[in-house]
């Protein structure tokens, strides 16, 4: 069975990729094909996909101003 949970989320978070709801505050910075984040004081690297990447840095950057 296939089927999506819709769910209200504050706007500083975004779903990256299947499974992959990122924090916004938390993005350290946006490379090719991730977004490299801060977590539990660990710096870590996600993969954003590919029909999401434009759409993400856009909201990213309008989201930090």
């Known amino acids: 069975y ?25 993005v350290k910075r946006i490379e090719q094909s991730e977004v490299v984040m801060l977590y539990r004081k660990q710096m870590i ?8 990447r434009k759409d993400f840095k856009n909201r990213f950057f309008e989201y930090i101003g």
């Open 2 to 26: 296939h089927f999506r949970v819709s769910v209200q989320v504050p706007e500083y978070f975004y779903c990256i990729n299947k499974g992959l709801l990122v924090n916004m505050n938390y």
């Open 45 to 52: 690297t996600l993969p954003v996909a590919r029909e999401k």
